[in-house]
């Protein structure tokens, strides 16, 4: 029904401009002299609709109806954890943005999700600054680094907490060298994959992880903001595809820590942080109360909604990057995360539909599972023919086997990982 809706309301905007455009051109003066084999076609720019200025990439972020942060005069500016500080501070200023993806939600249209195509009509905006990129326009040096540079520089960059201040020496290369050609995709591949996605597990208290996670959380707008204006100025490029793959796996940062806040009860959980610092624990208490509500009003109240909600941007990110990729670069790993979010969510036939589609390369990094997945296609369809392999229960057992198999993998990675700078999956 809402989709109806929405296609009629399209139909109905699309055919008043059209009016309103033939109404400008019969008017206008310059009708008279416009050659009569003169094309009358109208090219504009697709506007999208405004996201936030503090925030970008973010839908407008509503007006506070009460003050329910705590300011800087009123608390500690950090709260010390072992050898990290936590920014409290900056927590409390990012309280209403620190999960964004449930509210106020990711204004996808700033992305460049849709693959560029002429219109005929359409709006623009007259006082837009930002040009987006045309293909092929990229005037900027290709980034020259070895292979063993490029790995110092995402050692360098890796960090435990504080990502966004860590992440800026790639950040400065990211505005300053060429999307497309030299080794800035490659540095922004080794990045995500070694240093985005670290696994967290409780102490003996569970304060420490919780405000770990915050923490991380408050950084999440600063990339989010830096994947937006890099993809809408350099679109289809195979940069833009490897800053929107690292926006995927901050969605699944950020709903591993959303979990954490929902799962720790102030009042019986975190008694570490009231006796260590008061307004702290006042101020988690708050923005615990404020996403609860916030989930109970969008109608997310079980633990399979809340997934399934991340899941829904995450396939909207990942199918862009399918369309958009620069000659297929990267779409083999978006199709299998495609294929393996339905198989999570029990859409076997539409799960199976985008893998029997993949073609991964060298460059992909789900190449190993994606191989295992297409081989126990095969062997279900020499069995039982390609329109009965859902309904295989052998097949449904391999893949469950793969997907866990893949997991563990990358739960291993993590743990070597950690182990070189010093760390355990309990430390910060």
């Known amino acids: 029904m809402r989709a109806r809706y929405l296609s009629a309301f399209a139909s109905s905007l699309t055919l008043h401009l059209l009016a309103a455009a033939l109404i400008v051109v019969l008017a206008s003066p310059w009708r008279a002299t416009m050659p009569s084999g003169a094309s009358r076609t109208v090219t504009a ?13 973010l839908n407008p972020v509503p007006p506070a109806r009460d003050d329910w942060t705590i ?18 501070s900056t927590i409390s200023e990012r309280a ?3 999960f964004p993806f449930v509210t106020p939600g990711l204004s996808l249209d700033h992305f460049a999700l849709a693959p560029p195509r002429e219109v005929r009509m359409t709006l623009e905006n007259p006082f837009g600054t930002t040009a987006a990129r045309t293909p092929g326009s990229d005037a900027t040096p290709p980034l020259m680094m070895a292979d063993a540079a490029v790995q110092a520089l995402v050692d360098r960059t890796w960090s435990r907490h504080g990502r966004w201040a860590a992440f800026k020496p790639i950040h400065q290369l990211a505005v300053t060298h060429s999307a497309d050609s030299g080794r800035l995709p490659d540095l ?7 240093n985005s996605l670290q696994p967290y597990a409780d102490t003996s208290i569970r304060d420490p992880r919780l405000w770990a996670q915050l923490g991380l959380a408050a950084d999440h707008v600063s990339f989010i903001a830096f994947i937006r204006r890099y993809a809408s100025q350099h679109p289809s490029t195979r940069a833009t595809t490897e800053l929107l793959l690292l926006l995927d796996r901050i969605a ?9 806040l929902l799962d720790n009860d102030p009042a019986q959980d ?3 942080t009231r006796a260590a610092n008061t307004k702290a624990y006042q101020l988690v208490a708050r923005i615990r109360w404020y996403y609860k509500s916030e989930l109970d009003r969008l109608g997310l109240v079980s633990e399979a909604a809340i997934d399934a909600h991340y899941d829904t941007v995450r396939l909207a990110i990942l199918n862009g990057i399918v369309r958009t990729s620069p000659n297929g670069y990267r779409a083999g790993d978006a199709r299998f995360l495609i294929g393996a979010i339905h198989w999570r969510h029990h859409r076997a036939d539409e799960a199976l539909k985008w893998w029997r589609d993949v073609a991964l390369t060298q460059q992909d990094d789900h190449i190993l599972a994606g191989a295992e997945i297409a081989s126990a296609l095969r062997v279900a369809a020499a069995r039982q023919g390609r329109d009965a392999a859902t309904n295989d229960p052998p097949l449904r057992r391999e893949i469950d086997r793969i997907l866990k198999n893949h ?3 990358w739960v291993s990675f993590s743990y070597d990982r950690l182990r070189r700078f010093g760390y355990r999956f309990d430390t910060f």
Do not use: T
């Open 188 to 194: 922004l591949r080794d990045y995500a994959d070694q």
């Open 45 to 57: 720019v697709i506007v999208a609709p405004p996201d936030d200025s503090r925030f970008p990439g």
């Open 407 to 409: 997991q563990g993998r």
């Open 71 to 88: 300011s800087r005069e009123e608390q500690a500016s950090s709260l010390g954890i072992g050898p990290f500080d936590v920014d409290v």
């Open 270 to 272: 975190l008694g570490w």
């Open 252 to 260: 699944e940062a950020s709903r591993d820590a959303l979990g954490v």
């Open 96 to 98: 209403r943005v620190l």
